[in-house]
């Protein structure tokens, strides 16, 4: 039972630190845009992502504020997007 609840504790502990990096829809962040020249004020949002010439749906990433462009790939987004690409790579058969 004591083993049980220290497992709890455990992942309860695993789940509370990957939250803090994850990023929802309308979080606002800073970043570099390339296109302002500046630290701009970003948001982030769902949209499709190109990879090559494919369209990946509902990628989160970070929008500049000022001039719209994409600024900023979250990290929970670049995990799916590399998934996206070994699957493309690497098609079931
Ligand atoms: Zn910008």
């Keep these: ?13 695993d789940r509370h630190k990957v939250n803090m990096v994850i990023h929802k829809e309308g979080d606002k962040s800073r970043a570099v845009c390339d296109t302002c020249k500046n ?27 000022v001039c719209g462009v994409v600024v900023s790939i979250p990290h929970q987004s670049s995990y799916k997007i ?12």
């Design 1 to 13: 039972m004591l083993y049980v609840i220290s497992y709890i504790n455990a992942l309860e502990t």
């Design 39 to 65: 630290i701009v004020s970003t948001t982030f949002r769902y949209a499709p992502y190109n990879y090559e010439e494919l369209t990946i749906s509902d990628i989160l990433q970070g929008f500049c504020d």
């Design 82 to 93: 590399k998934e996206f690409r070994e699957r493309v790579n690497h098609p079931l058969e």
